[in-house]
């Protein structure tokens, strides 16, 4: 069975003296399934190239751009995440994308000014469970913490 799936991914910003602004949310495009029964891979990087093993990507997404500002001036800062095995879902289904890891540059330098612009890709995958996808958004909430 074929079915499309796009999905956006909210980012929760959780910077202490830092106001964090995202710019463009992390979104996966319109991809088909056209099996689910082992879990299948979408990586989204940073710099705004998908891949897949066995998924077909319709329309390409685009990576999550986060502002920091309000920061030391040519300070190195480094960012985490939780992100691992988080779910992405949708209140139409009861199936899920996880996210494996988040894919970003660990640490960067903030501007004269003291700000940044992060760029966030993603590595995602199916649920493997034989369950179909209905169309739809699949959402999740990740923190991403900055600290220097």
Known sequence: MKCTAWFLLLMLL??????????????????????????????LSANNTSRSDSLHIIQTGNPAKLLFENLPARKQVFFSDNAAATRLTSPYTGNYFTIDTLLYRNSVFTDEVGAVLLSVGAQISTSGNAMSYNDGAYSGLIEVTLSY
């Open 14 to 43: 959780c910077i202490p003296y830092s106001k964090g602004i995202e710019i463009d949310p992390l979104n996966f495009g319109i991809i088909v399934i056209p099996d689910n029964s082992k879990p299948h891979t979408l990586v």
